[in-house]
């Protein structure tokens, strides 16, 4: 039974440790959405720019390149959202499938898991009794929800959420397809590649000084690190 609930417990004790402490500044939790709106616009922005100047280079109309670019737009926003759906749902059915396996065995051993949370506590440096008081309590205030965050890492409070995820990147994508779009409308008749180009350049600069300002890294170099990154490999996605 010991032995058991040890075996039982040591992979819990690291997991838990790993998942702990976010970095100071409490960024982290804007990950989710932060990387699915950086993600989707920064894409929206190359993909639907290299599309126009595609088209504008075989010598098409303004109303030609004005619709592969409505077309890129759409596509983009939708093979976003699909993708992005995709990606986490899968993450919520494996958080869903550790809740329902959680909510099992506190229903089953319900001893050996509150045993279980105390020596969570005993390997972040609590001693034993106070592990115990504190496992005690904290089971009592919410025994599921203190199950998954020290022993899981899952956050009741954010868990994924797929549908949400994919209107984000659906909706930032279209939103910055839009910038190439707006640079054509206003070229001049014979400036068309060259504008829609450093518009775009530019749009990519500010996205990347906006994405490292919201999270918390510098500006400036956050700014060149998309500007180059995409300046020279374009279709990475
Ligand atoms: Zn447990």
């Known amino acids: 039974m010991a032995k058991a609930l040890l075996t039982h417990s040591t992979p819990a004790v690291s997991k838990a440790t790993t998942a702990a402490a976010p970095p100071e500044g409490h960024r982290s939790g804007r990950a989710g959405w932060l990387r699915a709106a950086v993600l989707g616009s920064d894409d929206a922005i190359v993909s639907t720019a290299s599309l126009m100047i595609g088209v504008a280079a075989a010598s098409a109309s303004k109303r030609a390149i004005l619709v592969a670019g409505v ?19 899968s993450q919520r059915d494996a958080e869903q499938a550790d809740i329902a396996l959680e ?9 050996a898991e509150l045993e279980e949370l105390a020596m969570i506590y005993e390997g972040r440096g609590l ?46 994508f279209a939103s910055f397809a839009i910038i190439p779009l707006a ?7 014979t400036l068309q590649i060259p504008v829609i180009a450093v518009v775009s350049l530019a749009g990519l600069a500010a996205l990347g000084a906006f994405g490292g300002h919201l999270g918390g890294a510098p500006r400036g170099r ?7 990154d995409r300046a020279h490999n374009p279709f990475k996605s």
Request: glycine fraction near 6%; charged fraction near 15%; avoid cysteine.
């Open 127 to 172: 001693d034993h009794d106070l592990a115990t008081q504190v496992a005690v309590q904290l089971s009592a205030h919410d025994r599921l929800g203190a199950h998954l965050q020290d022993e899981l890492g899952i956050k009741p409070s954010s868990l994924a959420r797929p549908l949400q995820a994919a209107w984000i990147s659906a909706a930032s």
């Open 71 to 89: 077309a890129g737009l759409v596509a983009g926003s939708m093979s976003m959202a699909v993708g992005e759906y995709v990606s986490v749902s």
């Open 222 to 228: 956050a700014a060149l690190r998309v500007f180059i």
């Open 183 to 189: 640079a054509l409308l206003v070229a001049p008749a």
């Open 103 to 111: 909510t099992g065995e506190l229903a089953n051993q319900p001893d």
